[in-house]
C-alpha cells in the first residue's frame, strides 16, 4: 500500500510552540501546541530571549509527540513545512532552524510559510465549501489586516491597521484592567456581564475612506476614562470598549467584501475566536448577503496545523520548494 504525503508543520513565531502532521493537503493526523502564556504573563507580555529559550527546549519533545499522536515514524515524513516569518526573530529562527535540519536530516523538501498566509489556510482546514475568491480578516495580537484572496497564493492587502493591532489594543487595554496577558479571552469574558453602551468610546477611522484600521487612540481614550472614573465597573468598561473594536472591524470588513464584489468573508487569527465578534459578524454579514466563515476556535490562535497545510498546499499543487538558506523574516508580509 502507498503511504500518503506526510507534511510536517512548525510554527513557533511568537509564544506558542506548535507542531502538526498532515496527510494529503487536508487529513490532519496530529497537532500539538505549547503554550508559554503563563510564563510570560509575569512581565505582561511577551520576551522574545525567553520565548527563544523556551521554544529550544519544548520542540524536540513536541515533534516526539506528534509523531507518536500520528502513529507514524520520522521516515514517513515527506515535507517539512516551517514559519519563516513574520514575528519575533529569534523565536522564528528557533523553529525554522529545526525544520531546515530535519529536512536535511531526512532529505525530503522544505517550505518556509508565511505566517500570515497559514492563517487563511485555518479556514481551509475546516472547512471544503468555500473556496476563493473570498475576502479575508486577518486579526490577531500583531496583525489587523484585510486581504483579497483571488486564488491561495494569490493576495491582495486591502487594508491593515496604522498602529496597534485589534488583539495588541485588547491587550494593553486588559492591562489597565488589571487583566494578565493575553486579556482577549478575559475581555470577552467581562465583556458579556457588562453594558456595551455604558461609555461612548470612539470608533477610529470608520467613517474614512478606505479599509485601514487604527487603535491606538481607542486604546488612549480607554485610558484617560479609566484616569477619570477608577471606580467605573470592569464589564461595563469592557463591554464598550470591545463594542467599538468589534463595530469597527466589522463594518470595514463587510464593506471591503462588498467593495470587491465577493461572497464570502473569512475571518482567521486569535482575536476571531472573540464570541462577540462572531456573532456581529455573521448577524451584519446576512443582512448584507455574505456570508461570515470563521475557522473552529482551536485554528483561530497560532498552530501548526494551518502551517503544514499551507506548506502541503504550495508543495504539492504550486510545485514549490524552498533553499535551506532561507532565513528568518520578522516583517514579512503577504
Same mark, same amino acid.
Given at each position: 500500500m502507498t503511504k500518503p504525503f506526510c507534511t510536517i508543520g512548525i510554527e513557533s513565531s511568537c509564544d506558542e510552540t506548535a507542531v502538526a502532521l498532515l496527510h494529503g493537503e487536508r487529513e490532519l493526523?496530529?497537532? =500539538? *501546541? %505549547? #503554550? !508559554?502564556?503563563?510564563?510570560?504573563?509575569? %512581565? &505582561? &507580555? =511577551?520576551v522574545p530571549e525567553v520565548a527563544s529559550r523556551d521554544h529550544l527546549r519544548k520542540l524536540p519533545y513536541l515533534v516526539r509527540d506528534a509523531i507518536t499522536e500520528a502513529k507514524i515514524d520520522m521516515c514517513d515524513i515527506s515535507l517539512v513545512a516551517a514559519t519563516y516569518g513574520p514575528g519575533l526573530?529569534? /523565536? @522564528? @529562527? =528557533? +523553529?525554522?532552524? %529545526?525544520g531546515k535540519g530535519m529536512a536535511f536530516g531526512l532529505n525530503v523538501p522544505f517550505i518556509g510559510v508565511n505566517h500570515l498566509e497559514g492563517h487563511i489556510f485555518a479556514q481551509r482546514l475546516c472547512d471544503t465549501e468555500i473556496t476563493p475568491p473570498f475576502m479575508a480578516l486577518i486579526v490577531s495580537g500583531g496583525h489587523t489586516s484585510l486581504v483579497d484572496v483571488a486564488s491561495y497564493g494569490e493576495y491582495h492587502l486591502v487594508g491593515m491597521t496604522v498602529d496597534d493591532a485589534a488583539g495588541?489594543? @485588547?491587550?494593553? =487595554? +486588559?492591562?489597565?484592567?488589571? *487583566? &494578565?496577558? /493575553?486579556?482577549?479571552a478575559e475581555i470577552d469574558r467581562l465583556a458579556s456581564q457588562g453594558d456595551p453602551t455604558a461609555m461612548n468610546f470612539p470608533r477610529p477611522m470608520s467613517g474614512s475612506p478606505g479599509f485601514d484600521f487604527s487603535f491606538a487612540g481607542l486604546k488612549t481614550a480607554v485610558l484617560y476614562h479609566l484616569r477619570k472614573h477608577p471606580r467605573e465597573k470592569r464589564e461595563d468598561v469592557a463591554a464598550s470598549f470591545l463594542a467599538s473594536v468589534v463595530s469597527v472591524l466589522t463594518k470595514k470588513s463587510i464593506d471591503a467584501t462588498r467593495r470587491y464584489h465577493r461572497k464570502n468573508l473569512v475571518v482567521v487569527g486569535g482575536v476571531a475566536a472573540n464570541a462577540h465578534l462572531r456573532e456581529r459578524m455573521q448577524v451584519d454579514g446576512r443582512e448584507k448577503g455574505i456570508t461570515v466563515i470563521f475557522p473552529e476556535i482551536e485554528y483561530c490562535t497560532d498552530n501548526a496545523a494551518m502551517i503544514a497545510a499551507a506548506g502541503a498546499y504550495h508543495h504539492l499543487v504550486l510545485h514549490e520548494a524552498h533553499p535551506l538558506s532561507l532565513g528568518p !523574516? /520578522? #516583517?514579512l508580509s503577504l
Open positions: 493526523v496530529a497537532n =500539538v *501546541i %505549547y #503554550s !508559554q502564556a503563563e510564563m510570560h504573563a509575569r %512581565y &505582561g &507580555g =511577551v526573530v529569534g /523565536p @522564528l @529562527l =528557533v +523553529g525554522l532552524s %529545526y495588541e489594543a @485588547l491587550d494593553k =487595554v +486588559g492591562k489597565m484592567l488589571g *487583566i &494578565g496577558y /493575553p486579556a482577549g !523574516q /520578522p #516583517s
